[in-house]
């Protein structure tokens, strides 16, 4: 073993090429496929299965994604649309929430605290998806299932992001600061959206982004919940067309641009964000 | 034991302040988990103690309590069993190769060997931006036969045949999870301090060495955190299966546990649709528990 430390500059040159292989192929792995997605979305509908996979033929990328708009009268839109609505509007209540209550877990000793805290880390255990079914016989007793809330509303609910604020609180917020600022006559809750939200802002980011990712990816539940298509999800939507290609040929053309233009935004967003969510990442794994 | 309940006494005879203001925090999370995670839990069990009865064969369908019925339908139910045993298979195969791949890709990140950090570190993210579904639409082209950029091996081996389709769907969830994983264990490697390691290099350790004996055990957590996700998504499996079901005939109406419950919910047999969700939260439940209480203890030693 001791020979092998030795460190000869030789060795050493050995293992970085060794390492730059590894890295370069599994760059190829993650995306090689996406590529081929791009170039797909570039040809046309015989040019896809007739031409090489993973280079240009004529570039027909604007005219695909006219077509993709216009079809049946522009219902990607509406998917993509919906999809937005659900994401972010259901990530930023789920935050607010989630951030409100790990914050009151950390922050203050009241009997219970420790009941509640389990109960929500149980929720972090339990598969969403085993809730999809639940959900929908409970919404039809109410007459709402096929309907916004019913995907929207259940998709509210982080018991991950409650966990990461609750750490996330306990190590950036200071006990002195909330002393003062109750010092200075303010109230709790002024305190929490004007002092502590500000210290918690990664922890907030990441946990918006990952439940945006989350509702983003979600399946089962539109899936089971939803039958009229103009509120479909981009993912239900797609999966929708994928399964009808057999039946029409030329829809395949709109599977592919519509997969290529559906992760874009999800990239654009992790991209142009991650200076906040690199630094939340890790918090769940550090106690 | 009894040393830690003494302050626990304590901390109870102390009024509890600024009740008002833990109410509102509490509040609006507390009700949507109540409604939307512990009403369709009770509600579940619920269901599946029912059973539908009829007034002879041209009856009215009536559901009656039926205690444990559908709980012994679910037990003596082999496609369902087949499904968790599939499903096992696919976690024990795939969750270790996953992690066991993230976990090379974060400490060649975080050793001195690699230039390019953060084009590394952003390309083999990207994939996690990518919903399972549409991975799933993606990677049944290129498995496809004809349609696949890598026909000349597709046509001749095929992806998608009954015994191969379960690791070629290992694969997609595989290509979706790894950038994930490896940023949760790189960012706590990151989390380490690095005069840990400057010992160990001055008594003349290499890399390697350094990897397996410090690095790894100090973000077992992490990895631990990752492997109980993984379990959780692994016995979730739904997505992929049910997008390949448009690309082959390989996989079956009742091909992972929740396929079954989605398709015996659309018989309708929502009673046993319900019975086989209770027993697959109980099972993912307790399985990331065990795992958790036996890494910890192993931890502990």
């Avoid at chain 1, 409970?138 to 509210?156: E, G, H, M």
């Avoid at chain 2, 509600?43 to 064969?57: K, P």
Wanted: positive net charge.
């Amino acid at each position: 073993m001791s020979q092998i430390s030795a460190g000869a500059p030789k060795e050493k040159l050995a293992s970085r090429t060794a390492a730059m292989i590894v890295m370069g192929i599994s760059t190829l792995y993650f995306l090689v496929p996406i590529w081929w997605l791009f170039i797909g979305s570039t040809k046309s509908r015989e040019q896809f299965s007739s031409t090489a996979g993973l280079w240009f033929a004529d570039f027909n990328l604007f005219t695909n994604i006219a077509d993709l708009f216009a079809y049946n009268d522009g219902v990607y839109l509406r998917w993509m649309l919906n999809s937005i609505v659900y994401a972010s509007f259901g990530a930023l209540l789920g935050t607010l929430f989630a951030a409100m209550c790990g914050y009151a877990l950390a922050k203050y000793r009241f009997p219970g605290r420790e009941l509640i805290f389990n109960t929500v880390l149980g929720g972090v255990l339990v598969p969403a998806t085993a809730l999809a079914l639940p959900l929908f016989l409970i919404f039809s007793q109410f007459n709402a299932t096929n309907t916004f809330w019913s995907v929207f509303l259940p998709s509210i609910v982080s018991p991950f992001g409650v966990y990461l604020a609750r750490i996330f609180a306990a190590a950036s917020v200071p006990d002195e600061l909330l002393e003062a600022a109750r010092l200075d006559g303010a109230g709790e809750v002024r305190t929490f959206f004007s002092v502590s939200r500000r210290l918690m802002t990664p922890a907030l980011v990441t946990i918006f982004l990952f439940q945006f990712v989350a509702i983003w990816n979600n399946f089962f539940l539109p899936l089971i919940m939803l039958r009229d298509q103009t509120l479909f999800p981009v993912t239900l939507g797609l999966y929708t067309w994928n399964s009808q290609v057999n039946q029409i040929p030329e829809i395949r053309t709109f599977v592919i641009i519509g997969a290529f233009l559906s992760i874009i935004p999800l990239i654009i967003a992790f991209l142009s964000l991650q200076r906040f969510w690199r630094g939340g990442l890790g918090a769940g794994s550090v106690k | 034991m009894t040393t830690t309940s003494v302050p626990r006494l304590k901390a109870r005879r102390t009024p509890v302040k600024h009740k008002r203001a833990i109410a509102i925090f509490l509040a609006p999370f507390a009700v949507l988990f109540a409604a939307f995670y512990l009403l369709p839990i009770g509600w579940a069990i619920g269901q599946s103690l029912l059973v539908v009865e009829r007034d002879g064969t041209f009856g009215k369908p009536v559901e009656v309590f039926g205690g444990l019925t559908q709980y012994i339908l679910v037990f003596q139910n082999e496609a369902f069993w087949a499904a968790v045993g599939r499903v096992a298979l696919f976690g024990v195969v795939q969750v270790p190769v996953m992690l066991g791949f993230a976990l090379v890709l974060a400490l060649l990140l975080d050793s001195p060997l690699v230039k390019g950090k953060k084009f590394f570190r952003l390309a083999f993210f990207v994939p996690y931006a990518v919903p399972g579904v549409i991975a799933a639409i993606m990677w049944g082209y290129l498995y496809s036969p004809n349609l696949s950029p890598f026909a000349a091996f597709t046509s001749g081996f095929d992806l998608l045949a009954p015994e191969t389709v379960l690791w070629s769907i290992a694969n997609v969830v595989t290509w979706v999870y790894v950038g994930y994983n490896m940023l949760i264990i790189y960012s706590a490697l990151l989390a380490l301090p690095s005069e840990i390691f400057e010992a160990a290099r001055l008594d003349g350790a290499n890399q390697l060495q350094i990897a397996l004996s410090i690095k790894i055990p100090l973000v077992m957590p992490a990895i631990v955190l990752t492997a109980i996700f993984s379990i959780i998504g692994t016995l979730q499996l739904l997505a992929e299966p049910q997008v390949f079901r448009s690309f082959t005939s390989s996989v079956s109406s009742t091909f992972t546990p929740n396929i079954a419950v989605y398709t015996t919910s659309a018989v309708p047999n929502v009673s046993l649709a319900a019975a086989m969700s209770v027993v697959l939260a109980i099972a993912t439940f307790i399985m990331s528990f065990v795992f958790l209480k036996f890494t910890q203890r192993k931890g502990d030693k």
